[in-house]
C-alpha cells in the first residue's frame, strides 16, 4: 500500500530560525515528490516539484531535497517567518497507469512560527 | 489571474437533503479532481475527470457524484448527505493528469458539516 509518512507532526519555531521537514514515502512505481504549503482555511500550493531523477529544488527560502534511494525527502526553511507559520505536506506521486492522479499524500506537519 | 472557485465555502445541512457543491477553474485544464480532508487524515481523491464527459471513481467514491459537462465545471454532488460526510472539500485541477511537472491547483475549500 502507498504511504507517506511526515515528520515531525508539529513543529515550534522562532522568528528567524531555519528548520527541516522530514517526508519518508513508499510509492511503486515513483514519479514525483510534491510539497504543498496550507495555510489555516485555504487550499494546498504547490512549493515545489521533483521528479525521480532530481535531488534538489529550491523556492525562495524554501529548499526540498530528494533521495530515490532512501524513499526520503525533506523540506528546509531558511530563515523563517511569521507568514511561514501553516501545515506543510509532502505528496508522493506515482505512475498509477489509470486516470487517478496517483498522488499520495502525507498528513502533514504543523509548522508554528512565534515572533 | 489564475484560480479554482469553489462554491459555497461554507455549507450547514441535515442528513438527506441534496446538495451541490460547484467547482470551477479558469485555466482551461483538462483534469479536474475532488478531495476530502479530514482530522489526522491525509487529502484523499474522492473523483476526478481527465476531460469532459470523462470521469471516474478515485479513493473514496461512497455517497458521491459528480459530472463534467463542460471543461470548466466540475460539480460535486451529494444525493444524500450523512454526516459522516462532515469533512473540508477541495476541488483542484491541472494541466494533465499524470505528468510529472504538473502543479496541481487547489481551491479554497468548502467546509461541509451534516446534522
Known amino acids: 500500500k502507498n504511504q507517506v509518512e511526515q515528520s515531525p507532526q508539529s513543529l515550534i519555531i522562532l522568528e528567524g530560525k531555519n528548520c527541516t521537514l522530514q517526508c519518508n514515502y513508499t510509492v511503486s512505481p515513483f514519479s514525483n515528490l510534491r510539497w504543498y504549503k496550507q495555510d489555516t482555511g485555504r487550499g494546498p500550493v504547490s512549493l515545489t516539484i521533483?521528479?525521480?531523477?532530481?535531488n534538489t529544488k529550491s523556492n525562495g527560502r524554501y529548499t526540498a531535497t530528494l533521495d530515490a534511494d532512501t524513499k526520503q525527502s525533506s523540506l528546509h526553511i531558511t530563515a523563517s517567518q511569521l507568514s511561514d507559520s501553516a501545515s506543510y505536506i509532502c505528496?508522493?506521486?506515482?505512475?498509477?497507469?489509470?486516470?487517478?492522479?496517483?498522488?499520495?499524500f502525507g498528513k502533514g506537519t504543523h509548522l508554528i512560527i512565534q515572533p | 489571474e489564475a484560480q479554482v472557485t469553489q462554491n459555497p465555502r461554507y455549507l450547514i445541512t441535515v442528513t438527506g437533503k441534496k446538495l451541490t457543491v460547484t467547482c470551477s477553474q479558469n485555466m482551461n485544464h483538462e483534469y479536474m479532481s475532488w478531495y476530502r480532508q479530514d482530522p489526522g487524515l491525509g487529502l484523499r481523491q474522492i473523483y476526478y475527470?481527465?476531460?469532459?464527459?470523462?470521469?471516474d471513481k478515485g479513493d473514496v467514491p461512497e455517497g458521491y457524484k459528480v459530472s463534467r459537462k463542460e471543461k470548466r465545471n466540475f460539480p460535486l454532488i451529494l444525493e444524500s448527505p450523512s454526516p459522516n460526510q462532515t469533512s473540508l472539500y477541495f476541488c483542484a485541477s491541472s494541466l494533465l493528469g499524470q505528468g510529472a511537472k504538473n502543479i496541481q491547483y487547489f481551491g479554497a475549500g468548502t467546509r461541509l458539516s451534516v446534522l
Open positions: 521533483m521528479t525521480f531523477s532530481e
Open positions: 475527470s481527465m476531460n469532459v464527459e470523462v470521469t
Open positions: 505528496v508522493a506521486g506515482g505512475n498509477s497507469g489509470g486516470g487517478a492522479d496517483g498522488l499520495t
